[in-house]
Antibody
Framework: QVQLVESGGGLVKPGGSLRLSCAGA????????MLWIRQTPGKGLECVSD????????YYADSVKGRFTISRDNARNSLYLQMNSLRAEDTAVYFC??????????????WGRGTLVTVSS | EIVLTQSPATLSLSPGERATLSCRAS??????LAWYQQKPGQAPRLLIY???KRATGIPARFSGSGSETDFTLTISSLEPEDFALYYC?????????FGLGTKVEIE
């Protein structure tokens, strides 16, 4: 079955950087749209960035534009989120998610368990 | 950005009762509206997509309706495992946005 496993979260100081990874298994990763979503108690669920199967189309939330970069390595079945110039308000649980092919974007049928990013001095 | 407003914020009901959750969009999202259930410490789980289509493995007691700006999730008879947080989400225009959620709690 479909598995998504995030890693790379942790504690980082304001202005620092982190790289999140999401490993996919049990499906044809290269055919699937992928999305990073974050969740905080205050702001709820926020779609951070997405990338189509071939990597040709990418969107970012205004809150992270210019600081975060999404990428994928289809040969490694992996999705990445490079996060630079981190701020306290980036503190959240970060999920990767995907859904069935044939939709753009798909309903988010598959989610990882999330990785916690804490930005604090 | 499309804002989704969910109501009520909290719904206090007993097992066996009917739950009706509302989601209103600030702009027309056609039928590109989904509902998710989330329990503490878990990722959201897709229940309904395209306003009324049940996702794979979702029990028939969950149903969705609506279009354009007004949507409803109905749980016909609450089971103990249905007490959780419920979110709506639109995928009509980027950024895809979520509502703030409705908590269904045991009365």
């Amino acid at each position: 079955q479909v598995q998504l496993v995030e890693s790379g979260g942790g504690l980082v100081k304001p202005g620092g950087s982190l790289r999140l990874s999401c490993a996919g298994a049990g499906f044809s990763f290269s055919d699937h749209y992928m999305l990073w979503i974050r969740q905080t108690p205050g702001k709820g669920l926020e779609c951070v960035s997405d990338i189509r199967s071939g990597g040709s189309t990418i969107y970012y939330a205004d809150s992270v534009k210019g600081r975060f970069t999404i990428s994928r390595d289809n040969a490694r079945n992996s999705l990445y989120l490079q996060m630079n110039s981190l701020r306290a308000e980036d503190t959240a649980v970060y999920f990767c998610a995907t859904g069935p092919t044939g939709y753009y974007p798909p309903p988010l049928q598959y989610w990882g368990r999330g990785t916690l990013v804490t930005v604090s001095s | 950005e499309i804002v989704l407003t969910q109501s009520p914020a909290t719904l206090s009901l007993s097992p066996g009762e009917r739950a009706t959750l509302s989601c209103r969009a600030s702009q027309d999202v056609s039928s590109y509206l989904a509902w998710y259930q989330q329990k503490p410490g878990q990722a959201p789980r897709l229940l309904i997509y395209d306003a009324s289509k049940r996702a794979t493995g979702i029990p028939a007691r969950f149903s969705g309706s609506g279009s354009e700006t007004d949507f409803t999730l109905t749980i016909s008879s609450l089971e103990p495992e249905d007490f959780a947080l419920y979110y709506c989400q639109q995928r009509n225009s980027w950024p895809w946005t979520f509502g703030l959620g409705t908590k269904v709690e045991i009365e």
